[in-house]
């Protein structure tokens, strides 16, 4: 299988030379290619991408401000002109930093950090059988074993994702999407799009805020509606 990539740059020559890279390197595969975020964001939203090769310098939105203002995006390597924004980038969990121009070593080289990364990911998906009520994940190199009554929720943060439980917090290289896939739906419901809850453990609802005990989450405002009919459903008593 091999590893989904899109380009985000507005240099027409920095796409030409990034596409040819990608097609000499056997594990990679062009999905799409954007001038700016802003059509990143419409390409990401319609196809299944796992790594996004981004310039910093381009118009109306930069690299930087769009990986600081934008959640649940794929692995990352940078590629820009300007150096001074390495610090910047890896403080964003950016896999590598490569300064234009960049010889095709170099970005072989970036590209095996991101297949490393992505065989990591792919063996770090949740097992979760309908029969048991546990999953297991891996954390800073050990297999953890999470029970269902103990996950407060799941939040989605850059790259990986928190999972809260009664005791503990733990940050894991998973998308939100990817552990909801697995997680049971009489258990979990997600509430905001950064945010999935166990139902069993809410306390209250006061507006739009869920009481989960030692955790409070905001119901997102366009799922507002179907999140309460889902946590109520017929068991709301009235006079």
Known sequence: MKITCIIVDDEPLARKVLTEYIEDTEFLELKGKAENPIKAAAL??????????????????????YLRSAESLPMTIITTAYAEYATDGFDLNVLDYLVKPFSFERFFKAANKAKEQWALKNAAVPYAPADDHYFFVKCDGKIEKIFYDELLCVEAMLNYVVLHTDKRKLLVYLTLKGIADQLPASWFLKVHKSYIINLRKIKSITGNQIDLGTVQISISQNLYETVLKEIVKDKMIKR
């Open 44 to 65: 990401l939203s319609t196809t299944q991408t796992d790594l996004m090769f981004l310039d910093i310098n381009m118009p109306k939105l930069s690299g930087i401000e």
